[in-house]
């Protein structure tokens, strides 16, 4: 019988610069999961992270650059915050409309909302969102975030948290003399379909990816798949402990998974940017193609 458990740590103490993570997560883990023990898998929230690096900032030390202020008037969103945006990411992607989406397709968010008038106001105060690119990973608004921060400051996505996952699982062993591995988790919105997920966004310890592309099927067909996302299967599974809003858990141990150990984090997977442009324009021009092959075969084909 496979068999995981999933533990959800809450803390109660408040996460500031300085603060130990690692002795954080095993006081913790004694309390609340019998221990650390050898192969777990320690999945944190990067607004922790954020917190214990000193990632927090206040928006009164944010000075609004000319672009800033004009994308503000534009999209109608906090110049400072845009500003932060372009700061720290490798470039705006691309802007998703919210505001004018929840009015085409019927404001799918008061459905889902515990109160319908603060749904409406959370939308007005997010118009837009942009897609940012932050070491090779596309980031909702850079990862900046104004949740769960104090009034007046904002939190600043860890600055490598592929290192800072390497640290948090270094601290562990130290403390422990356990190997264990770690993953750093952020919630991002889902393009495809109506909803939010956690995804990893730094790793260590564990193969982000999992090496099982072309293995054979039950039918010894080689299989077009098994590259699962591992680390962002963990993140979304920890969300599910984790919450969004007041729950107080933002740590999850992940024990009793197989997995192959790595020393690779999430910036090893990403796409480089010529990349993914050519993989886009590829793709864009593939489809492009097929819909006037199949425009001419409905025109000149029919039976």
């Not at 109660?12 to 913790?28: C, P």
């Not at 944190?44 to 690096?53: L, N, Y």
């Not at 690119?133 to 990862?143: D, F, Q, R, S």
């Not at 193609?289 to 039976?303: G, I, M, Y």
Request: proline share 4%.
């Amino acid at each position: 019988m496979a068999k995981m458990e999933l533990y959800g740590l809450k803390v109660t103490e408040e996460i500031r610069l300085g603060t130990d993570l690692s002795g954080l997560i095993v006081k913790e883990a004694e309390k609340q999961a019998h221990g650390i023990r050898e192969g777990d898998i320690i999945v944190v929230t990067s607004k922790i992270v954020s917190k214990a690096e000193g990632r927090m900032l206040s928006l009164q030390r944010v000075k609004a650059s000319k672009k800033a202020r004009l994308l503000s008037r534009l999209y109608r969103k906090d110049e400072k915050l845009i500003e932060l945006v372009l700061q720290n990411s490798d470039g705006i992607k691309f802007v998703i409309p919210i505001e004018k989406l929840v009015k085409r397709l019927g404001d799918p968010f008061k459905e889902y909302a515990v109160n319908r008038e603060e749904a409406s106001k959370a939308v007005e105060r997010n118009p837009y969102l942009f897609m940012a690119e932050v070491g090779g990973v596309l980031l909702t608004n850079a990862g900046i975030d104004i949740s769960n921060a104090p009034p007046g400051y904002c939190t600043l996505p860890p600055e490598n948290p592929d290192d800072s996952a390497r640290r948090i699982r270094a601290g562990v062993k130290e403390i422990t003399d356990r190997d264990v591995a770690v993953v750093i988790a952020d919630t991002e919105w889902k393009l495809d379909k109506f909803g939010s997920i956690d995804v990893a966004i730094g790793c260590s310890g564990i193969a982000p990816v999992a090496k099982g592309f072309a293995k054979k099927d039950l039918y010894g067909l080689g299989k077009f798949g098994g590259v699962d996302a591992t680390a962002d299967l963990l993140a979304a599974a920890a969300n599910l402990l984790f919450g969004q809003a007041d729950e107080g858990v933002p740590i999850a141990i992940v024990r009793g998974l197989t997995y192959e150990k790595s020393e690779k984090g999430i910036r090893d997977i990403a796409y480089p940017t010529p990349m993914l442009r050519k993989a886009l324009s590829t793709a864009l021009w593939e489809n492009l193609k097929f819909r006037l092959v199949s425009k001419l075969a409905s025109l000149f084909l029919r039976k």
